[in-house]
């Protein structure tokens, strides 16, 4: 079967992603085939709008596959999952300069690598079924594929609340969050897609878009750009708890369960990319944090606990946010080189991709 299906129809240039037993999961050669159709179709003139969606009824894609990288991690010298992070990011990267309109319908699950694939799209749609994460702290990983990017542009602290909790957001809070523009019912989506195939871009919205239910995150803005705006991970978890809300302090919860090296890195990551400036340089910043991540053992823990054994009881090394030291976490910035170089944000640094 093939994993990635490729057709035009009309004016329309359609990606369907094709694993829906694994919730159309990424891998290397699903990556390639993308590519492989964006790269042939921006040079030709009878496809007009380029769009992707996710076989199944259950979502676009819940991510990479991430137990191919715990193997690699655990068994291999990890240059597998290295080659299949550098084409992933290049294949973002394309996606967000994609000189002809790229329509991502973002319907049911959409986390990590599905984030990838679709939040960097110039037309990004969502329905109420749409349920958008990136959970890597949880799997003893980082918010990668133009993640940390994408969450460093949302309004106030939100891009941090999610980055470090994980928590999935629906349609209004992916709209408020700047990871989605418009909304339409779930039921519309085949429709939409008929006209796409006849009709500019714009045209076809202007058929099927209306303003989703109110979300959630607006109301709690408050605590959360007040809590996540502190400079550290344990300060964070402080204010949290401090606050004296029952959402604040189910937070500070969350956060106390997830991998603290993960933690720490992700918030550096994030206060970097704030600085770093266009897409491909916090990416080339993510390359290096997600190949420094393979030698840590907190990413085949965290794969183990939650996706192979599913016994949801990771055993993070070290275990507590407090163990975890400024130099622990500066090693993930460094380049791959083994040289040691610090990535600063006024570098030029580049990844030999």
Not at 25 to 39: C, F, G, K, P
Not at 57 to 68: F, H, S
Not at 202 to 228: K, M, N, S, T, Y
Not at 319 to 329: F, I, K, P
Request: proline share 6%.
């Amino acid at each position: 079967m093939n994993d990635v299906l490729v057709r035009t129809s009309g004016r329309l240039g359609h990606i369907r992603l094709n694993r829906p037993k694994a919730l159309n999961a990424l891998t290397h050669a699903m990556v390639l085939r993308i590519d492989e159709a964006l790269t042939r179709w921006a040079h030709d003139p009878a496809v007009e709008t380029v769009v992707i969606t996710g076989e199944g009824d259950r979502g676009l894609c819940a991510g990479g596959d991430i137990r191919a990288v715990h193997d690699d991690a655990r068994d291999g010298d990890g240059s597998a999952s290295a080659a299949f992070w550098r084409d992933e990011y290049r294949l973002n990267a394309r996606i967000a300069r994609y000189p002809k309109p790229y329509v991502a319908v973002m319907d049911g699950i959409v986390m990590g690598g599905g984030v990838g694939v679709s939040a960097h799209g110039s037309v990004r749609v969502v329905t109420e079924r749409s349920r958008i994460a990136m959970p890597e702290t949880g799997i003893g990983f980082v918010p990668d594929v133009g993640g940390t990017y994408l969450l460093a542009l949302a309004p106030g602290e939100l891009g941090t609340h999610l980055a470090l909790t994980g928590a999935p957001i629906g349609a209004a809070d992916a709209l408020l969050c700047g990871l989605a523009d418009h909304h339409m019912p779930s039921a519309s989506l085949p429709s939409f897609l008929g006209d796409l195939a006849g009709l500019p871009v714009r045209e076809a919205l202007r058929r099927h878009v209306q303003e989703p239910p109110p979300g959630e995150l607006p109301g709690r803005r408050e605590w959360i750009d007040a809590c996540f705006s502190a400079g550290t991970v344990e300060e964070i978890v402080r204010r949290l708890l401090a606050h004296g809300g029952q959402d604040a302090e189910k937070t500070a919860g969350t956060l106390l369960t997830k991998s603290p090296t993960a933690l720490k890195v992700t918030l550096a990551a994030l206060r970097r990319a704030r600085r770093l400036g266009p897409l491909e340089r916090v990416l080339e910043q993510e390359y290096r944090v997600s190949r420094a991540m393979l030698t840590a053992p907190d990413l085949v823990e965290g794969i183990r606990a939650q996706v192979i054994d599913k016994d949801r009881d990771p055993s993070w090394s070290p275990a507590t946010l407090a163990e975890v030291t400024d130099a622990d976490v500066e090693r993930f910035f460094t380049s791959p080189d083994g040289r040691g170089r610090a990535v600063a944000a006024d570098t030029t640094e580049e990844v030999a991709w």
